[in-house]
């Protein structure tokens, strides 16, 4: 039994070294043809590690040939097919614009789109990839507005806007829950502004009228009746969109309570 398995391990290792070998001679080689047939067969097998070095040291070689468009492609694809995607986003750009009448131009100009996409991180970090990668989809659509991939841009985008929602509705709560609420409420009607349709409205509404409340409560004698009237101001928005919400009780507590303060201070006043 150990025999047979010793024989498989000669076996695989000779198989690996031999490839490897093989390999280095190519990398080595000054047959470019050759160079260039092997790169396609690795990228083509899914090999994208070993083709990568090939279709680099070509880029150069055939950049003013008949193949250097299709150099210049797979380098492209390459570099996304191992995920580095600036890389392959500027290489797809640069395809794009050095190769405006081939027929792998459109395609190449959505995938550096589709790439910035992928760089794009989540909703919690900064997104200047994210308004980066709306800005290329939208430059697409614009060079290519009778593309088929349209569709496909826009339905990208709107996930990407939707991740910018959420990072501009956490900004607003990170505020409140901060009790900053001041800052909340620039934060949340901030949201409301850029993203109308939110799914977030209600809550957001909500949070308002309770923020205006407690920065209310919580302010000097000569600040509160100004504070509590934006607290009846910011319940009658929520109401008029969500009057039958399940935070509507609440909503009218904050709202009665503000009308009785009000009427201490004119009393007091």
């Known amino acids: 039994m150990k025999s047979k398995l010793l024989v498989i391990i000669l076996v695989l290792s000779s198989l690996f070294l031999g490839g490897c070998s093989e390999y280095n ?5 000054n047959d470019y043809e050759l160079k260039y047939a092997k ?10 590690f070993k083709s990568l070095p090939l279709f680099e040291e070509l880029m150069s070689f055939f ?12 380098y492209a694809q390459n570099q996304y097919a191992v995920k580095e995607f600036y890389q392959a986003s500027y290489y797809f750009k640069r395809f794009a614009k050095n190769y405006p009448n081939s027929p792998r131009a459109q395609e190449c100009a959505f995938l550096s ?8 991180p989540d909703y919690n970090l900064d997104q200047t990839e994210t308004y980066a990668a709306i800005d290329a989809f939208q430059l697409f659509m614009d060079r290519y507005p009778n593309s088929s991939l349209v569709d496909s841009s826009n339905t990208i985008i709107r996930e990407l806007r939707t991740k910018l929602e959420r990072k501009s509705y956490e900004t607003g709560m990170l505020y409140y829950k901060m009790e900053k609420y001041r800052s909340a409420i620039i934060a949340f009607n901030s949201t409301l502004k850029t993203y109308p349709d939110t ?7 909500f949070l308002i009228v309770k923020s205006n409340y407690e920065f209310a409560i919580n302010s000097i ?3 509160k009746s100004e504070r509590f009237k934006e607290t009846i101001k910011s319940y009658h928005t929520f109401v008029d969109s969500f009057g039958s919400s ?5 909503a009218e507590n904050y709202y009665s309570t503000s009308i009785k303060e009000l009427e ?4 007091a006043n």
């Open 25 to 29: 001679k190519i990398l080595k080689s």
């Open 113 to 120: 789109a589709v790439c910035k996409k992928e760089i794009s």
């Open 221 to 223: 004698e000569s600040k």
């Open 246 to 250: 399940k935070k509507l009780k609440q």
């Open 199 to 205: 799914d977030y409205r209600e809550e957001i509404l």
């Open 39 to 48: 790169a396609i067969e690795y990228y083509n097998d899914g090999e994208y």
């Open 264 to 267: 201490k201070l004119k009393e």
């Open 63 to 74: 950049k003013m040939t008949d193949k250097g468009e299709d150099v210049y492609y797979y």
